[in-house]
């Protein structure tokens, strides 16, 4: 390694030495409410498991048929050998779900849109992205050869100038990209607007719905129901790795030639193995319940309505909304110190919640992101409330 080695600890030890070192907990259960970890029990707040379907008792039954129908892997991309029957199902179930011509899986939805824009914009167009976008969109987007325009958060004047700028570069196509829920602060995007704009503008509006699929909207059909624009965003990407069963893999929905064109240009696609069979059939059966069942809806907005009004009695500063990404705001200077104490103390009591800080959110906006799921109990949610009363007792 000729000293790299050294060069390398000594930036993980700055890393460290600036209170930025990420540490995994290890696990020792399926994810659940409630999971076993190497330190002791934990009520778990800190999954993307909104649905409560990651350990189903009907997916893993799916799963574990498919192992034995269609075996454990595909060994090839989609292109080669790699496309069973039920993959293409599966693309026109998310299709059909989120209201599109068609589908196209990827390996996550981290490629997907590692895909999207390389194939879709050349060095003649524009994409204007929202500033709190994902990262695998501002990689996508690097990817990709067009102009970029960046606007503030859900800012829509701005918005409206990055489309004027853009079209006076003489765009020829112009993508607008936002996230449909925001991870960090359980906001929506303005889609209602951001198609206005589109339409004015003759832009094109895509959405990442990955923290929205499966429960945002009445029926759970992603931030563009929930805005009532169901018809009016031309392209979406989402996971499978969150509310639709938590397994793995991504998506690309829209019209019938971006999916065409995606087969044909997409490296991700083109150069990554297919998703397996067990995790296809699993969360096609994961969309099934989402599609065909109100009922882990309405208990996730229960709990998350619950969980809202009790912190609010006790006295903490929420960010409004109705989303299960529940933020715990510590303001000011000393927000982040505190965060993280009271987060530490509530795991000594078996509640599992994350504190962010900056850089991942701006400075003096500390928070820990409460995430509330179909599979906690209302005792679960009480449980959580009492620990984060009690943890502030003893922090301070
Ligand atoms: C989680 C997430 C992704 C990544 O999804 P994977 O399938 O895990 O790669 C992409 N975009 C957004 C907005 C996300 O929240």
Not at 86 to 114: M, W
Not at 246 to 264: D, I, M, N, R, T
């Amino acid at each position: 390694m000729y000293g790299v080695k050294d060069q390398l600890r000594a930036e993980l030890d700055q890393i460290e030495a600036d209170g930025l070192t990420k540490k995994e907990r290890l696990i020792t259960t399926p994810q659940a409410a409630h999971i076993g970890t190497t330190q002791g029990e934990a009520l778990n707040f800190c999954a993307n498991n909104y649905l409560g379907l990651a350990n189903h008792p009907d997916i893993v039954a799916a799963a574990r048929e498919a192992l034995d129908e269609w075996g454990f892997g595909m060994a090839s991309v989609r292109f080669i050998c790699g496309t069973q029957t039920q993959h293409r199902d599966l693309e026109k179930a998310i299709a059909d779900y989120v209201g599109t011509e068609d589908a196209i899986l990827f390996p996550s939805c981290f490629d997907a849109n590692g895909a999207i824009f390389e194939v879709l914009l050349t060095a003649e167009d524009a994409v204007i992205s929202d500033a709190l976008n994902h990262a695998s969109i501002i990689d996508g987007v690097r990817l990709s050869k067009a102009q970029r325009f960046r606007y503030a958060n859900r800012d829509m004047a701005e918005l409206r100038s990055r489309l004027e700028e853009a079209r006076e570069a003489g765009a020829r196509r112009t993508l607008i990209v936002t996230d449909g829920a925001f991870s960090m602060d359980g906001y929506l995007a303005p889609l209602e607007e951001i198609c206005d704009l589109a339409e004015e503008f003759g832009a094109l509006v895509m959405v990442d719905d990955s923290h929205a699929t499966g429960f945002v909207g009445e029926g759970g059909r992603g931030s563009h129901e929930a805005c009532g624009v169901m018809d009016r965003v031309d392209i979406l990407t989402g996971t499978l790795g969150k509310a639709l069963g938590g397994g793995s893999g991504g998506y690309v929905a829209g019209p019938v030639e971006v999916v065409e064109l995606l087969k044909q240009r997409g490296r991700p696609y083109l150069f990554s193995n297919a998703v397996a069979p067990a995790v296809v059939a699993g969360s096609m059966k994961a969309l099934e319940i989402a599609r065909d069942s109100d009922e882990p809806r309405q208990v996730l907005r229960r709990n998350a309505e619950l969980f809202r009004s009790l912190m609010d009695e006790a006295g903490f500063e929420l960010l409004p909304g109705e989303h299960a990404i529940v933020p715990v705001m510590f303001p000011g200077d000393d927000g982040a110190r505190k965060a993280a104490e009271i987060a530490d103390a509530m795991l000594a009591k078996g509640v599992y919640v994350i504190a962010f800080s900056f850089p991942v959110v701006p400075r003096g906006q500390a928070r820990i992101r409460v995430q509330l799921s179909a599979a906690h109990s209302e005792d679960d949610v009480r449980a959580c409330v009492d620990a984060f009363v009690a943890a502030r007792d003893e922090v301070g």
